[in-house]
């Protein structure tokens, strides 16, 4: 087979180096890609979101599966495009329609879906400018701490909490008329705050059956003891030692199985990954949000994981055969350390030259994926805020992750940063 991956970050390297290791993998290419792409596969120098230019790529390269990695062309409907032209009937896509990454385009529609198929998540409700005043009688109505989420897409940035009134008010004003999240802000969810501890678990489905792949747990934010702005993920490791069986089992009965069912019902045409972000408040599971692809970095701690192959598990899911797979996972912890520019999320420089690279350890269970890179001659240059994420499997966490930071502190870049206490709430 010859696959297309769309994308350019860390998700997408880990797929395309895991995808690559398939008999059934022919030509393997990521567009655009980055430098950690490039020892795998063949970049295409592509706009993701002009669907024209990603149909003329996949006719040029004959292409029989297309995987794409990030939202933002999936809100914007890219399986519709190529579903309604007739010469890619034969091409297998990776990713939900447009009606089913609304899920994730939308706070409010993913909260109204959650409601009509009874998955447990905070209560709410939405406003948009014209109800400012409304949508500031309800904080009143709230207890701190306020959650006010963007209810479009705002790159992981579009969620505030805070715990004064006043302040959670003007912030609800600031996104309503001032843009602060730009077109992402035009309507605002404000949420009941859960308090309790975050995961993610990550489906794959045809629409109609399911395969629950390893789950995993991230680290948002920018500084140590979880401190600091948001950012796109600072680290990840998987499993997450509190999910137990019990805990598992109740994910997947009282929120797995009613989204899956729901997407059925709803007659929503979704073929890929269903992200579940969690909170485990007590013991009882609520959903915190819907994605509609991997995450990342937690991809880069989930597929390692996975014993089958890749490549056989997604052409079976775009066939609607996906109660033929059986997963089998390694029993090993994976955890992955993320290098991001000095700066990030703020404003940052890129350019710099990565050194180390070479001094890793060159065994199966340490990946250097590659995030914000590009190279240029011969050298490895940041391309964006998170640089490199450093992947290690062991037998424990502790043990993952002080490979993990082995490795990591053999990479430097100018003004390298990286988190020190990932997973040190989990041991």
Do not use: W
């Not at 297309?4 to 022919?26: F, M, P, Y």
């Not at 009509?116 to 014209?130: C, G, I, L, M």
């Not at 992981?156 to 008329?177: P, Y």
């Amino acid at each position: 087979m010859n696959i297309l991956i769309l994308g350019s970050g860390g998700r997408e390297h880990t797929l395309a180096h895991k995808i690559s290791q398939s008999a059934d993998c022919k030509k393997l290419f990521v567009a655009p890609g980055n430098a950690g792409t490039l020892l795998c596969a063949t970049n295409i120098d592509l706009d993701i979101l002009n669907f024209e230019d990603v149909a003329n790529s996949v006719k040029k390269y004959e292409i029989d599966m297309l995987i794409v990695g990030p939202e933002a062309p999936l809100v914007e409907g890219i399986k519709d495009y190529f579903d309604t032209k007739e010469e890619f009937s034969g091409l297998k896509i990776i990713g939900p329609s447009k009606r089913g990454a609304l899920l994730e385009g939308s706070k409010e529609r993913a909260k109204e879906f959650m409601k009509s198929h009874q998955v447990p998540t905070a209560a709410y409700q939405s406003f948009n400018k014209e109800a400012l005043e409304a949508g500031k009688e309800f904080l009143k109505t709230m207890k701190p701490p306020y959650v006010l989420k963007a209810d479009g897409l705002a790159g992981g940035k579009g969620v505030l909490i805070l715990e004064d009134l006043i302040e959670a008010q003007d912030e609800l004003e600031n996104m309503l008329t001032n843009n602060k999240f730009g077109k992402a802000s035009e309507k605002v969810v404000i949420e009941e705050f859960l308090s309790g501890i975050e995961l993610s678990v990550f489906v794959l489905t045809d629409g109609k059956n399911y395969l629950t792949l390893p789950n995993a747990k991230d680290y948002k934010r920018i500084g140590e003891a979880d401190t600091g702005l948001n950012t796109g993920g600072m680290g990840a490791i998987s499993p997450v030692p509190f999910a137990d069986k019990a805990f598992m089992r109740k994910v997947d009965e009282k929120i797995v199985k009613p989204s899956i069912d729901g997407l059925h019902k709803e007659d929503i045409d979704f073929t890929g990954f269903l992200f579940i972000g969690l909170m485990k408040v007590g013991d009882e599971p609520f959903v915190v949000e819907y994605n509609v692809r991997m995450g990342d970095p937690e991809t880069e701690v989930v597929i390692p994981r996975i014993k089958n192959d890749l490549l056989d598990v997604l052409s079976k899911t775009a066939e609607g055969k996906i109660k033929d797979v059986k997963l089998k996972f390694a029993s090993d912890y994976a955890a992955t350390v993320m290098l991001v520019s000095g700066g990030y999320p703020e404003a940052y420089e890129k350019g710099k030259v990565i050194s180390g690279l070479d001094k890793v350890d060159e065994n199966p269970e340490v990946f250097i994926c590659h995030a914000g890179t590009k190279k240029v001659n011969d050298q490895f240059l940041t391309n964006g805020g998170r640089v490199i994420a450093v992947t290690a499997s062991a037998n424990s966490l502790e043990n993952a992750l002080e490979k993990a930071y082995s490795n990591a502190e053999r990479i430097s870049f100018s003004e390298m940063y990286y988190r020190k206490d990932l997973g040190k709430d989990l041991v």
